[in-house]
């Protein structure tokens, strides 16, 4: 624990006067070279809380933009995804998201819910160049993590979000506000549900190699309206 601004994950956590590194703890106590943490609301939105590289930030993006990969089915299942090489499971699973994290180097993927209570409220996601299975000891240290870093997770993510932040940090995801802005103002232009309007500004920014965010960022300062694009 430090009392610095960042931690070795990447992100500050925990307050203006104590922060504690999140990610780093999984890459130097388990055979992984990339991990995210990421809360999730009621909603679906989702606050990524750290990101140890760019590489797990880009994991991170793509999962979003796409709606598959690893955290999701973390998120629907409440069980650990182990993914051991990508080669021999990932394309059935999540064909999309499987060739992009491949062009990332990636072989490995790992995703452990946390949960408080009976509820699921975000996914540890790790990451490794190479393939290889995770232990029993080393399965029992990834669950033992995730659990001790979850309640200061959604502490932050809480945080950030009463006191209106958009914390910008090297490699890593801001709060989503404005997506959940522009999903509401897609909802209102074409008068469908939030589900689907959530989907095609996905879809639209994977048809145009933009970022889900890029996109929100159009609708929202008005520069792109969905009434506008074919259906």
């Given at each position: 624990?430090?009392?610095?601004?960042?931690?070795?994950?990447?992100?500050?956590?925990?307050?203006?006067?104590?922060?504690?590194?999140?990610?780093?703890?999984?890459?130097?106590?388990?055979?992984?070279?990339?991990a995210?943490?990421?809360v999730?609301?009621?909603?679906?939105?989702?606050?990524?809380?750290?990101?140890?590289?760019?590489?797990?930030?880009?994991?991170?993006?793509?999962?979003?933009?796409?709606?598959?990969?690893?955290?999701?089915?973390?998120?629907?299942?409440?069980?650990?995804?182990?993914?051991?090489?990508?080669?021999?499971?990932?394309?059935?699973?999540?064909?999309?998201?499987?060739?992009?994290?491949?062009?990332?180097?990636v072989?490995?993927?790992?995703?452990?819910?946390?949960?408080?209570?009976?509820?699921?409220?975000?996914?540890?996601?790790?990451?490794?160049?190479?393939a290889?299975?995770?232990?029993?000891?080393?399965?029992?240290?990834?669950?033992?993590?995730?659990?001790?870093?979850?309640?200061?997770?959604?502490?932050?993510?809480?945080?950030?979000?009463?006191?209106?932040?958009?914390?910008?940090?090297?490699?890593?995801?801001?709060?989503?506000?404005?997506?959940?802005?522009?999903?509401?103002?897609?909802?209102?232009?074409?008068?469908?549900?939030?589900?689907?309007?959530?989907?095609r500004?996905?879809?639209?920014?994977?048809?145009?190699?933009?970022?889900?965010?890029?996109?929100?960022?159009?609708?929202?300062?008005?520069?792109?309206?969905?009434?506008?694009?074919?259906?």
């Amino acid at each position: 624990m430090t009392d610095g601004n960042e931690g070795t994950s990447g992100l500050p956590l925990g307050g203006p006067s104590r922060r504690q590194p999140l990610c780093g703890p999984f890459l130097e106590e388990l055979p992984v070279t990339s991990a995210s943490v990421s809360v999730f609301n009621r909603d679906g939105g989702q606050s990524t809380v750290c990101v140890s590289d760019s590489v797990a930030a880009r994991l991170d993006e793509l999962q979003l933009e796409l709606g598959e990969g690893p955290q999701w089915d973390a998120l629907r299942t409440a069980q650990p995804v182990l993914i051991p090489s990508l080669h021999d499971e990932g394309a059935d699973r999540w064909p999309t998201f499987t060739v992009s994290a491949l062009e990332l180097g990636v072989l490995g993927l790992f995703a452990f819910p946390m949960f408080m209570g009976a509820a699921t409220v975000g996914v540890v996601g790790l990451s490794s160049a190479n393939a290889g299975v995770l232990d029993a000891s080393q399965l029992a240290t990834a669950v033992r993590l995730t659990r001790s870093i979850t309640r200061p997770s959604v502490r932050w993510a809480l945080a950030e979000a009463r006191d209106n932040l958009t914390a910008e940090v090297p490699a890593a995801p801001a709060m989503r506000r404005e997506v959940h802005q522009a999903t509401g103002m897609i909802l209102a232009q074409l008068d469908i549900t939030a589900t689907e309007a959530f989907a095609r500004l996905r879809a639209h920014a994977f048809a145009t190699s933009g970022t889900v965010e890029e996109v929100a960022h159009s609708v929202v300062s008005r520069e792109l309206d969905f009434r506008d694009l074919p259906h």
